[in-house]
């Protein structure tokens, strides 16, 4: 089967980031079948040493990854879970008490000096230290306890697409693997990956649709919400769209008062509780004639004004973000070129952000 987003004749824009998307069902299937027994081992070791909360750290894409984590975590097993303020040690000095609590350090480049230092202070506050990069041989690999490859191969493009969905297959295998999961519900992901990415022609002609959108709102509730965030992350990094994310829950306390129907406002609709916890909010967004446009099941896209159905029958909820996030890294993609810009090169972004 040829890549639906191949990556092209040299100096085409997007080509770089069009070849990576393509890629993503390889790298999926090159961690289940070869970066899962690592990702069990450390994970046993891990879940030996019991910790007693989790503490997640990152930026950007990584970000969001990690706040799937914290679903995974809190749903599958019952820790306590929080997202690190790396500024209370980096800025402030602060030196928390952190024995028999496990932090983990989500990034790709595994360069960000207030990652590393985030996490060096952390194991030295008797933390129980695991990075989850896609370099084995970078900084914050070298100062945590443990490393997590997500074996994404060079990423070059500035928007992250395969390594974001990397990082989440691997880190739902490290949380499988602290529970004495064998993380089987995954299996199916890279067959149904390349499905998706081969109906590029949907989403060309969904991007026609939303090329001159001044604005957008994207919502979701449960496992959906991080990918709601990464979603808005792209569409802003690429096309420069002003993309708010909220959660279904907080769009109701305030934001709903923006949405009319002129902006569109994308509903990532999970199959399973958080599509149901979600739907109260699709029809406070259907009964204000929202331009409302929905990733999921076939009967919550026939529903809207447009959408993109997912294969998320049999598919286990906690995984179906790695599918999820798809027809939205190529909408973000398709949206940009239809607008005449690069999605490669974003202005005023590097790779490896060098926050402190």
């Known amino acids: 089967m040829s890549a639906p987003y191949p990556a092209g004749e040299g100096g085409l824009p997007g080509r770089i980031m069009s070849g990576e998307m393509a890629e993503q069902p390889a790298v999926l299937r090159h961690i289940l079948d070869q970066g899962a027994p690592a990702i069990r081992a450390v994970a046993a070791e891990i879940a030996a040493r019991r910790p007693r909360f989790v503490l997640l750290t990152a930026r950007g894409t990584s970000d969001n990854a990690a706040l799937y984590a914290k679903y995974l975590i809190e749903i599958t097993l019952g820790l306590p879970c929080g997202l690190a303020s790396m500024s209370t040690t980096t800025a402030y000095g602060a030196k928390p008490d952190l024995k028999d609590v496990l932090v983990i350090t ?6 960000s000096p207030d990652l590393v230092a985030s996490a060096k202070a952390a194991r030295e506050a008797g933390a129980v230290t695991l990075a989850v990069t896609n370099n084995p041989d970078s900084p914050l690999a070298a100062v945590s306890e443990y490393h997590i490859d997500v074996l994404a191969g060079p990423e070059k493009a500035l928007p992250a697409t395969k390594t974001y969905t990397a990082s989440l297959l691997s880190l739902y295998l490290f949380v499988e693997g602290l529970r004495g999961g064998d993380g089987a519900a995954a299996a199916i992901l890279p067959e149904l990956a390349e499905a998706i990415l081969a109906r590029r022609d949907e ?22 919400y991080p990918t709601a965030k990464e979603a808005a992350l792209k569409l802003m990094e690429t096309s420069y769209i002003p993309a708010l994310s909220y959660s279904g829950a907080d769009l109701l306390h305030g934001p ?35 331009d409302l446009f929905v990733v999921g099941p076939k009967t919550q896209v026939a529903a809207a004004s447009a959408g993109f159905v997912l294969p998320t029958a049999g598919v286990a909820e906690e995984v179906q973000p790695i599918l999820e996030i798809l027809p939205l890294q190529m909408l973000a993609y398709e949206v940009t070129i239809a607008r005449g810009q690069d999605p490669d090169a974003p202005r005023a972004l590097a790779k490896v952000t060098e926050t402190h």
Request: glycine share 14%; no cysteine.
């Open 203 to 224: 989403v060309k002609a969904l991007a026609s649709r939303y090329r001159f959108a001044e604005r957008m709102v994207i919502t979701s509730r449960g496992y959906g």
């Open 256 to 290: 709903l008062a923006m949405v009319d129907n002129i902006s569109p406002v994308i509903a990532v609709v999970t199959d399973g509780r958080g599509g149901e916890a979600l739907q109260p909010v699709l029809d406070r967004l259907r009964g204000r004639g929202a």
């Open 106 to 111: 989500v990034s790709q480049s595994g360069g």
